[in-house]
């Protein structure tokens, strides 16, 4: 069936890096673009980044931009997030989510990666 | 970039219709028909239960439905029951920077 496992998540102190991943199943990863959707402990969801089917465009919201970097791997059907000088605001459950559409149409998600920024 | 405006709660009794309100503008849910709504239940991934603003995926019931009237899209839940309590949030295509946006989300309460 078709899956999306989120990993790479953990604790770390503020200012440092780390990479997520999502690894897709059960459909044809090249054929959708890709989201990754974060959500606050208790907030409401917020769109971080998205990349096309075959990784040639890649959108950023301004929270991240510049901080977080976005790319894919279609022959091994994954996708990652670099997030760079990171902040303890940035404390999260991040998702991954596909999407058939070149407009906006997450349609399934992940079950979500947990990303805690403290010292 | 501001969130799409939903009211914070809505609440009814079991067996009545609701409906969920989501306001944008111009450059997001007025200016194209893709909005969709998320179900949300706690400590679980959003579910998707309608897209391009009046669709329904396959499996979920014919009691969600979406609607549009200039820059506020709708969702109603009809002959609501106790598995609809949840959050749910709205998301729309937006036309600047940036490229999809998501509802400050409400919270159904079954009475």
């Known amino acids: 069936q078709v899956q999306l496992l989120e990993s790479g998540g953990g604790v770390v102190q503020p200012g440092t890096s780390l990479r997520l991943s999502c690894a897709a199943s059960?459909?044809?990863?090249?054929?959708?673009?890709m989201h990754w959707v974060r959500q606050a402990p208790g907030k409401g969801l917020e769109w971080l980044s998205t990349?096309?089917?075959?990784?040639?465009?890649?959108f950023y919201a301004d929270s991240v931009k510049g901080r977080f970097s976005v790319s894919r791997d279609n022959s091994e059907n994954t996708m990652s997030l670099e997030m760079n000088s990171l902040r303890p605001d940035d404390t999260a459950m991040y998702y991954c989510?596909?999407?058939?559409?070149?407009?906006?149409?997450?349609?399934?998600w992940g079950q979500g990666i947990l990303v805690t920024v403290s010292s | 970039q501001s969130a799409l405006t939903q009211p914070a709660s809505v609440s009814g009794s079991p067996g009545q219709s609701i409906t969920i309100s989501c306001t944008g503008t111009?450059?997001?849910?007025?200016?194209?028909?893709?909005v969709s709504w998320y179900q949300q239940h706690p400590g679980k991934a959003p579910k998707l239960m309608i897209f391009d603003v009046t669709y329904r995926p396959s499996g979920i019931s014919s009691r969600f439905s979406g609607s549009k009237s200039g820059n506020t899209a709708s969702l109603t839940i009809a002959g609501l029951q106790a598995e609809d309590e949840a959050d749910y949030y709205c998301s729309s295509y937006r036309n600047s920077s940036s490229l999809g946006v998501f509802g400050t989300g409400t919270t159904v309460t079954v009475l």
């Open positions: 059960g459909f044809t990863f090249s054929n959708f673009g």
């Open positions: 989510a596909r999407d058939p559409s070149l407009e906006w149409l997450p349609d399934v």
């Open positions: 990349i096309w089917y075959d990784g040639s465009k890649k």
């Open positions: 111009r450059s997001d849910v007025g200016g194209f028909n893709f």
